[in-house]
């Protein structure tokens, strides 16, 4: 599949080999997410869910921080009427990318620099995988700003970290560091910054070489594993069909060790 970058400046996207890669743009703000950016997190979405040739979507930035959340001009402009139609709007717009990204077909990377805060670590912890550097500080910073969590913030944590940490993180204030979230499980890695790019490749590269069943597994892990989670016994029923369709598609000739092999 051939490169594509597409604009405006502050959102950067790419196709390449199966992989799917988004890069806020925006370094002299922390990247903090507009309402045009989110429109074009929308946009990549799109493409992702329609071209069954993509197996990983990887959400990264330039500068050395993630992201500081939603742009702070549009969070004053919606404070002055929190309930107006066009306040609602201009923040469901932002917490709609972010569900866009959780929930989209292929397996889904964020790697976080520097830091994640508010909106920022809603972001990250939307995708699948997330990967930080060790001294990277991920902070709930709603309190801080003295307002209530939103985007799903407590459940995006939660279902990563557990409550007493998402307790400690959304109300009493704590940060942890990219290596602390690692040992919480947090991120799934905590690498330096040398290391990223071949760790974010040995997860993409085996998603990507077969797109096809990377989103077929990726379907019935999300039907398994929630929110909310099925019973064993229903997990078994939505593995079947799916492993009966990879099985035909494999062949019998291909157990052989004499016929070609599949992993």
């Known amino acids: 599949m051939s490169s594509d970058t597409t604009g405006p400046d502050h959102v950067l996207t790419s196709f390449v080999d ?7 743009n925006n370094p002299r703000r922390k990247n903090a997410i507009d309402l045009a950016m989110a429109e074009q997190i929308g946009t990549f979405c799109d493409r992702v869910e329609s071209d069954h040739a993509i197996g990983a979507a990887v959400i990264d930035a330039t500068g050395p921080y993630f992201c500081s959340g939603g742009d702070t001009r549009d969070l004053a402009a919606s404070s002055d009427d929190p309930a107006s139609p066009e306040a609602v709007s201009r923040t469901s717009a932002v917490y709609s990318a972010f569900v866009r990204i959780g929930t989209l077909p292929v397996p889904t990377i964020s790697v976080v620099i520097g830091g994640a805060v508010g909106a920022g670590l809603n972001l990250a912890l939307a995708t699948d995988i997330l990967i930080t550097t060790p001294d990277a500080v991920l902070d709930s910073g709603f309190s801080a700003r003295s307002i209530h969590p939103g985007g799903g913030h407590l459940s995006l944590l939660g279902r990563a970290a557990g409550w007493s940490d998402t307790i400690a993180m959304a109300v009493c204030g704590a940060t942890v560091t990219g290596a602390e979230a690692l040992a919480r499980g947090i991120a799934y890695a905590a690498v330096d910054e040398g290391e990223i790019t071949a760790t974010v490749d040995g997860l993409t590269g085996p998603a990507a070489r077969d797109p096809e069943l990377t989103r077929r597994i990726m379907a019935s892990a999300r039907l398994e594993l929630g929110p909310p989670a099925v019973s064993w016994s229903s997990a078994l029923e939505i593995e079947r069909g799916v492993q009966m369709w990879s099985m035909s598609r494999k062949g ?11 992993s």
């Open 18 to 24: 199966g992989v799917a890669r988004l890069t806020l």
């Open 252 to 262: 019998k000739q291909a157990w052989s060790s004499r016929g070609p092999q599949h």
